[in-house]
């Protein structure tokens, strides 16, 4: 049986009713990898253990026991969550050999939905980049064209589920790194809202804006996962206590009555004219879908990407200092304790890696502190307050998630202000602390486009209703690469 | 924005990573660049602007510090990952030493 295109919802039925065990859906899959994945490198571990795990849920379900609303169905996860027992690199040489000695947060939550763990998916070095070509194990190809990107840093899950490799991933998203490469792949993901999702075990990058979040065929899967993973956790202080948990039976696929903003900074010079012809035909059906579209005003927008570029930086120069290569990962001894630190970051760290840590040290360092860090914290505080002022009228907004499709490898691996004007329409949201999705909306050049779709702090529910309206009146999302 | 190979040599420094020679100029160039666009910040006026103060509206979080023993897996495991040891005990090279640089 194909398993490419099954979504998540659609391989829970088969294997409630008894259609299909777990194990022979994971072997389906672990099938497919290992006859597909050497063309495109969406896994960087494939784990031995997903065909007892999933045997485990088989006999579970025999005896009649409850099972989580996961059970059963293969997940990838994203290098940079800890499994324990599983090597997590972050795709970085200067974490080669560590091994995970505990469960991230969502791990635990996934395995108690009854998640069978698939596999490690390939990243960006350290999360840091846009196409998943700075990865220490090599680069992930775009299963619409292997000669492409998939773009990142979460490229391997999301080429992972665009490939049929697995129906759902994990992915963690600082400025866009869970939605631009879904959009690039033809898939959906979620930045959930900064706070909905515990970060406990995932490797931080910059923790006033790292995020986890699904990436799926569906909408409605989407709100499955996140369901899963969702809630306070008492070992991320940043969690928050929930008082609107997601429940995915209650989407409406309805946007009758909603207002729907387009901001108009957005959709200015530096896209791709194409890029916006699909994105504003996207506007047009969920127009004719019953919503009403405004134009809106997002001021301080063209500072977004700045902003981001010392907020981010800064926080991984801070966050990156507990990899000494003494305690795990990659070690290069020297004559002192100095030489060693110096040699092992040195060696470990990737060009991008350390270009953002040095960036970083200088944006914070006496003398700078002020122009850099603390004026971006300020221009993070205009930026808030546009989409306060823009959420008072508008229920959601729309805009692309990338301005291109999925660019040729190698095309701006040497340009880091090229390849950071990528994250130019997602980084916003991490910014303001907003839950954004992207959803497949059409092509160009026979390669996906995606919707990007943004709301209020703590509203998904507005994101799957958009989305689910979107994909039940559309096609896109049932495309696969050939 | 100026950039000479000096200051990335002292960044390097602080941040504790060596940088071949011959990379030195590229990242000087990089980093010139990038600090060039960032500076479109200085356009804006925000004199009164409060920064911002927390992603997730800055409530302290308290707890009890109270000690959990971990379990023999977790900690057979947290003790392999040492880059060296001595039996149980992570091996590190002396923070201080007699000589001065």
């Given at each position: 049986m194909d398993v490419s295109t099954l979504t998540i919802k659609e391989a829970g039925e088969k294997l409630a009713s008894g259609e299909m065990t777990a194990e022979a859906l994971t072997q389906n899959y672990l099938d497919r990898i290992s006859e597909q994945d050497e063309s495109i490198h969406a896994f960087i571990s494939v784990s031995e253990s997903a065909l007892d795990e999933a045997r485990a849920i088989d006999a579970r379900r025999a005896l009649g026991e409850s099972l989580g609303p996961l059970a059963g169905i293969p997940i990838g996860i994203k290098d940079n969550m800890l499994v324990q027992g599983w090597e997590v690199t972050s795709a970085a040489q200067i974490l080669e050999g560590h091994i995970g000695i505990y469960n991230a947060t969502v791990i635990d939550r996934l395995k108690q939905a009854g998640a069978v763990l698939i596999g490690g998916t390939n990243m960006d070095d350290a999360a840091m980049g846009s196409s998943t070509e700075t990865s220490h194990h090599g680069p992930t190809m775009n299963p619409w064209d292997k000669t492409k990107v998939p773009g990142g840093s979460s490229g391997g899950s999301a080429a992972a589920v665009a490939a049929g490799f697995v129906p759902g991933a994990l992915g963690s998203?600082?400025?866009?790194?869970?939605?631009?490469?879904?959009?690039?792949?033809?898939?959906?993901?979620?930045?959930?809202?900064?706070?909905?999702?515990?970060?406990?075990?995932?490797?931080?990058?910059?923790?006033?804006?790292?995020?986890?979040?699904?990436?799926?065929?569906?909408?409605?899967?989407?709100?499955?996962?996140?369901?899963?993973?969702?809630?306070?956790?008492?070992?991320?202080?940043?969690?928050?206590?929930?008082?609107?948990?997601?429940?995915?039976?209650?989407?409406?696929?309805?946007?009758?009555?909603?207002?729907?903003?387009?901001?108009?900074?957005?959709?200015?010079?530096?896209?791709?004219?194409?890029?916006?012809?699909?994105?504003?035909?996207?506007?047009?059906?969920?127009?004719?879908?019953?919503?009403?579209?405004?134009?809106?005003?997002?001021?301080?927008?063209?500072?977004?990407?700045?902003?981001?570029?010392?907020?981010?930086?800064?926080?991984?120069?801070?966050?990156?200092g507990r990899l000494d290569g003494l305690r795990y990962g990659y070690h290069s001894g020297g004559e002192n304790l100095q030489e060693t630190y110096e040699r092992t970051r040195g060696e470990g760290f990737g060009t991008e890696v350390k270009r953002r840590i040095m960036l970083g040290s200088y944006t914070l360092s006496a003398g700078y502190y002020d122009a850099y860090y603390r004026k971006a914290l300020k221009v993070r505080t205009l930026i808030k307050q546009d989409f306060d002022e823009a959420f008072k009228d508008v229920d959601a907004i729309l805009s692309p998630t990338s301005p291109t499709v999925a660019w040729n490898i190698g095309e701006k691996f040497n340009d880091p202000l090229a390849m950071y004007l990528a994250d130019i329409y997602t980084v916003t949201a991490n910014l303001a602390t907003i839950p954004g999705m992207s959803v497949p909306c059409g092509f160009v050049d026979g390669l996906p486009v995606g919707l990007q779709i943004l709301a209020k702090p703590f509203d998904e529910y507005s994101l799957f209703k958009v989305g689910a309206t979107f994909q039940d009146r559309t096609a896109w999302h049932t495309q696969t690469p050939t | 924005m100026k950039f000479s190979k000096e200051d990335v040599v002292q960044i390097a420094k602080l941040s504790r990573l060596h940088i071949d020679e011959e990379e030195l100029k590229q990242y000087q160039e990089d980093l010139a660049s990038i600090l060039g666009y960032v500076e479109k910040l200085q356009e804006l006026n925000t004199d009164d602007v409060p920064e911002f103060q927390h992603a997730a509206g800055g409530v302290n979080v308290f707890r009890d510090d109270v000690v959990k023993e971990s379990d023999a897996e977790t900690r057979r495991l947290a003790i392999e990952n040492f880059s060296e040891r001595e039996g149980d005990l992570l091996k590190v090279q002396a923070v201080f030493s007699n000589r001065t640089e």
């Open positions: 998203d600082t400025g866009g790194s869970i939605r631009q490469p879904a959009a690039l792949c033809g898939i959906v993901g979620l930045k959930p809202t900064y706070g909905r999702v515990s970060r406990y075990g995932l490797i931080a990058l910059a923790s006033s804006l790292d995020q986890i979040g699904p990436i799926t065929h569906t909408v409605e899967d989407s709100a499955i996962m996140l369901q899963a993973i969702e809630g306070y956790d008492p070992k991320d202080s940043t969690s928050a206590t929930l008082t609107n948990t997601t429940v995915p039976s209650l989407i409406e696929k309805d946007v009758t009555g909603m207002t729907l903003g387009i901001p108009k900074e957005y959709f200015g010079s530096g896209m791709d004219p194409r890029v916006r012809d699909v994105v504003m035909e996207a506007v047009q059906e969920l127009e004719r879908a019953g919503a009403k579209i405004k134009e809106i005003s997002l001021p301080h927008a063209e500072y977004a990407l700045a902003t981001y570029y010392i907020i981010q930086p800064a926080e991984a120069s801070s966050n990156l | -």
